[in-house]
T-cell receptor, first 111, second 113 residues
Framework: SQQGEEDPQALSIQEGENATMNCSYK?????LQWYRQNSGRGLVHLIL?????REKHSGRLRVTLDTSKKSSSLLITASRAADTASYFC???????????FGKGNQVVVIP | ETGVTQSPTHLIKTRGQQVTLRCSSQ?????VSWYQQALGQGPQFIFQ???????GRGNFPPRFSGLQFPNYSSELNVNALELDDSALYLC????????????FGSGTRLTVV
């Protein structure tokens, strides 16, 4: 079964706007990671946030983690057409050593 | 060359056949995982190897097996192929512990007919 569940699953925005995706999970985690996938190809690691961290930034990306609500959000600021992709959250469950993926968010950035 | 390389890119097999998918990881990436991704779904964990020993397995039957070699390459073997095995198979590797992200290959698209 999938650990993460992203919401919303499809998002269409204009270039320059911000895109926000949410992810919820069910069990305690070691960390949570976000990946991007273009057109059914390999995934690209974007950012990792540890269970004792609340917020992290990387370039135009901002990720938050609320372990009390078992949820995370990924914000992409000033979106570009090249950000069009599927975005997946994945957890490393506590006591485990594997990635458990959600179903993914399809983001379309319109030029 | 850095990165994770998978071969072949695409493959068509007949139901009941056996298939071997290959992955070449970056030097120093002692951990390698394999995932199955059905169309429109997130990747599902198959198994993971650390220094040539399996150290985790997902909910896949024994006909899915793997190997990791000392040169940071690995392979996924699937016996008695079924139509539902049609998917994108992804190899991912990392160095260090669980607080490191994975580097993924571009995948092998397997179609079983």
């Amino acid at each position: 079964s999938q650990q993460g569940e992203e919401d919303p699953q499809a998002l269409s925005i204009q270039e320059g706007e911000n895109a926000t995706m949410n992810c919820s999970y069910k069990t305690s985690i070691n960390n949570l990671q976000w990946y991007r996938q273009n057109s059914g190809r390999g995934l690209v690691h974007l950012i990792l946030i540890r269970s004792n961290e609340r917020e992290k930034h990387s370039g135009r990306l901002r990720v938050t983690l609320d372990t009390s609500k078992k949820s995370s959000s990924l914000l992409i600021t000033a979106s570009r057409a090249a950000d069009t992709a599927s975005y997946f959250c994945a957890t490393v469950p506590y006591g485990n050593n594997r990635l458990a993926f959600g179903k993914g968010n399809q983001v379309v950035v319109i030029p | 060359e850095t990165g994770v390389t998978q071969s072949p890119t695409h493959l068509i097999k007949t139901r009941g056949q056996q298939v071997t998918l290959r992955c070449s990881s970056q030097s120093g990436h002692n951990t390698v995982s394999w995932y199955q991704q059905a169309l429109g779904q997130g990747p599902q964990f198959i198994f993971q190897y650390y220094r040539e020993e399996e150290n985790g397995r997902g909910n896949f039957p024994p006909r899915f097996s793997g190997l990791q070699f000392p040169n940071y390459s690995s392979e996924l073997n699937v016996n008695a192929l079924e139509l539902d095995d049609s998917a994108l198979y992804l190899c991912a590797s990392r160095t260090g512990g669980m607080d490191y992200g994975y580097t993924f290959g571009s995948g092998t698209r397997l179609t079983v007919v």
